[in-house]
């Protein structure tokens, strides 16, 4: 069997609303995108949900056999789940995209016309986002602003990983292999040509989001510390800072006794002193005990994902990084 012209990744957690829906939109992608004709396949990454999503994407894998299902032994998370897409995805180009159908499926043609007038990655950016709050939309405007900043990575403002990206830049992805993943940000690190295709983000065709702000808080830590040293750096800054602090307050106090003004207890100083240290102190510890633990988890080396099921499985292709348990 040849390759095929393009495979699209569906990391899928809890989807069980969602799944006919998207079912829909796809075959009404694919039977009007010209440039693949039936050369296409989807893979699903089906990421431990707790409902009924693997047995609705096993329904669909039996009713179409370029529907390939890969199930996790337990929920890894989105980042691992496209890493997984990626390994196993057999396209000459590959498109990821989430299955709340935030991201239309739509897009995924204008990608393609862009990836044949030579660009090697194509973005989404969003131009709208109906259905977020208010406090979302801020946070995630003032991250992708403040990431970009401090890494000095070219990561594309607004946009998440809904994207394409030609054979080339899915084998070097490949071999990017640490535990705290950033995808976004790895893709916009190997460079090649990259450019943007805009549209608006619709809101969740069902369910509830599966980020809430626990989970947008370590997307946002992993994405600073996989791509900048800064935090570290800032010890060095409140070192300067409370040098500079020290030396004003022993002037002052030099030039109390020396002159003659007076002796004064000091308490209040000496307490601001003291608090302001011992915060810096433990912030600190805690920045470099964060960078310590990524080095902790990347020494163990252990696989990023398992795979407990997998099905329409093709016989040929790249090899994998990850071993798949069973092979129905």
């Excluded at 990626?86 to 991201?103: I, K, P």
């Excluded at 535990?179 to 509830?208: I, K, L, N, S």
């Excluded at 080095?295 to 099921?309: D, F, H, T």
Aim: aromatic share 10%.
């Amino acid at each position: 069997m040849a390759r095929p012209q393009l495979s699209l990744v569906i990391p899928v957690f809890n989807e069980e609303d969602t799944l006919p829906e998207l079912d829909r939109r796809l075959r009404d992608l694919f039977s009007n995108l010209v440039q693949v004709g039936d050369n296409w396949e989807v893979v699903f990454v089906e990421d431990g949900s707790s409902d009924n999503s693997r047995r609705l994407l096993a329904n669909m894998a039996a009713s179409e056999s370029r529907y390939r299902l890969i199930a996790f032994s337990r929920n890894f998370g989105h980042q691992f789940a496209i890493t997984a897409g990626v390994d196993r995805a057999e396209g000459d180009v590959v498109v990821v995209m989430d299955a709340d159908l935030q991201d239309p499926p739509s897009v995924v043609s204008e990608m393609i016309d862009k990836q044949r007038a030579g660009y090697d990655v194509v973005y989404g950016v969003r131009k709208k986002r109906k259905g977020e709050t208010w406090f979302k939309r801020a946070t995630a405007s003032i991250f992708y602003r403040l990431i970009r900043a401090i890494t000095g990575v070219a990561i594309p403002l607004d946009a998440g990983d809904f994207r394409l990206m030609s054979r080339p830049v899915v084998l070097t992805l490949r071999a990017l292999r640490e535990q705290h993943r950033f995808v976004r940000g790895m893709v916009a690190w190997v460079g090649f040509r990259q450019t943007a295709v805009y549209y608006d983000r619709e809101a969740r065709f069902a369910g509830a989001t599966k980020y809430p702000v626990s989970k947008m808080l370590k997307f946002a830590i992993d994405g600073i510390t996989s791509f900048s040293i800064l935090p570290l750096r800032v010890a060095t800054w409140l070192g300067v800072f409370a040098a500079i602090c020290a030396v004003g307050i022993g002037a002052w106090a030099i030039a109390v006794k020396v002159l003659g003004l007076g002796t004064v207890p000091g308490w209040t100083t000496i307490m601001f002193a003291v608090a302001l240290g011992s915060s810096a102190q433990l912030l600190m510890t805690g920045v470099l005990g964060e960078y310590v633990g990524r080095i902790y988890e990347e020494i163990k080396r252990r696989p990023l994902y398992i795979i407990e099921q997998e099905i329409n499985a093709p016989n040929h292709g790249d090899p994998a990084p990850e071993l798949a348990s069973r092979n129905p």
